[in-house]
Structure formats: C-alpha cells, structure tokens
C-alpha cells in the first residue's frame, strides 16, 4: 500500500534557525516521483520540487535543500536560516507511475511557525 | 499569465442542493484532478481526467461528478448525495512534471 508519514504536525522556530520537515514514504512501484509542497494561508499549494525514484541526488534551491535516501524511504526538507514568509503547511507526497492517473497521495502536512 | 483559476472562491450549499465548482486551466495541460481537504489533514483525489471526454473516480468519489468537455475546463458537482461536503476543495492539473494546484473554493454548507 501506498502510504506518505509526516510525523511532525507542527514546528516552531525562531527566525535564522535552520529546520528540517521529516517525509517517509511507502511504496511497492520502482518508479515513483516525490513532492513538497508548501501551503501558506491562503490555501494553494505551491510545487516546490519533484523528485523521481532514480536520482537519489540531494537538491538544493537557495535556502531550501532537500535529501532522498531510499535505503530509508525518507525524502526530507530542510530550510536553511528560516525567515517568518517562510510560515505554511508543509506537504510531502508521492506519485505513483501508472496509478490513477498519477495522483498524489498526501502526508498530513507539517504546520511551520517562524517567529520573529 | 498562464495558470490554473477557480471559482467562486467561497461558496455556500443548502441542504439538498447541487452546487458546481469551476476550475479552468491555460496551461495546455492533458491532466486535471480535484481534490478534497479536510481540515489538518492531506489531500484525497475526488476524480480525474488525463484526456478530454474521459474521467475516472478517485479514492473519494461518491457524491460528486465532473465533466470534461474541453481540455481547459473540468467542473466538479458536489450533488446533494454527499451528505459532508464541506471543505476545501483545490483543482490541480498537469503535463507529467508535476501537478500544479488552483486557489481553491471553500464550501460551506448553510
């Protein structure tokens, strides 16, 4: 079965720390994506970045990084000296190729408050 | 700009009523899903649609129906048949390299 965990609901941190979003995912296919993203309060959700299941490659994108390591199924995200902007409903999700038109299965998503 | 729109932002049902949420996209994208989220939880898939004239049910798919009569659009119903429809509900479409979401209607029954 098809299974995305964010054991983390919520994180609040201070401003210029660094914060890492923890991902775990379950799957039996060999080829899938993995996803974040990010809802603030306004609702839409926002595509930070996609992943496919054979490039175990860490990615990093100004101040956000990301590190998929499949011996642990995790795909997490770290945010690199956070800023209050930086404040939403984090989401990790996984696509399964072939699978319902390649829907997302969701996380419960990690509610992120940085203070000032 | 290219992006994906929809409408009404709010929208409120009465008991027993039908209610149409409008989602339609200029990205020139084959893929359009909905979604439904609960509050402090993730997104399930109501229906989706990879081709025009042809949808499929999701994981939750009772109480609703969509349409796809052209690539742009893809209307869900949210029919008196679902007795808990109110929640957030976000269109999304794509092109294989990723869903990419609209704004959101939030429904709320009266």
């Known amino acids: 079965a098809q299974k995305v965990t964010q054991a983390q609901t919520e994180i609040s941190v201070v401003e210029k720390e660094d914060v890492t979003l923890d991902c775990v995912y379950e799957t039996r296919d060999t080829t899938y994506y993995l996803f974040w993203y990010k809802q603030p309060p306004s609702g839409e959700l926002v595509f930070l970045i996609r992943?496919?299941?054979?490039?175990?490659q860490n990615e990093i994108s100004g101040r956000y990084s990301w590190n998929f390591q499949k011996s642990t199924s995790s795909f997490n995200f770290t945010i690199t000296a956070s800023q209050v902007v930086d404040s939403a409903v984090y989401f990790c999700?996984?696509?399964?190729?072939?699978?319902?038109?390649?829907?997302?299965?969701f996380g419960q998503g990690t509610e992120l408050s940085v203070k000032p | 700009d290219g992006g994906i729109t929809q409408s009404p932002k709010y929208l409120f049902r009465k008991e027993g009523q039908n209610v149409t949420l409008s989602c339609e996209q200029n990205?020139?994208?084959?893929?359009m899903y909905w979604y439904r989220q609960d509050p402090g939880q993730g997104l399930r898939l109501i229906y989706y649609?990879?081709?025009?004239?042809?949808?499929q049910k999701g994981d939750i798919a009772e109480g609703y129906s969509v349409s796809r009569e052209k690539k742009e659009s893809f209307p869900l119903t949210v029919t008196s048949a679902q007795k808990n429809p109110t929640a957030f509900y976000l269109c999304a479409s794509s092109m294989g390299r990723g869903q990419y979401f609209g704004p959101g209607t939030r429904l709320l029954v009266l």
């Open positions: 990205l020139n994208h084959d893929a």
């Open positions: 999700a996984l696509s399964e190729v072939g699978n319902q038109g390649g829907k997302l299965i």
């Open positions: 649609s990879q081709i025009v004239n042809d949808f």
């Open positions: 992943r496919n299941s054979f490039d175990e």
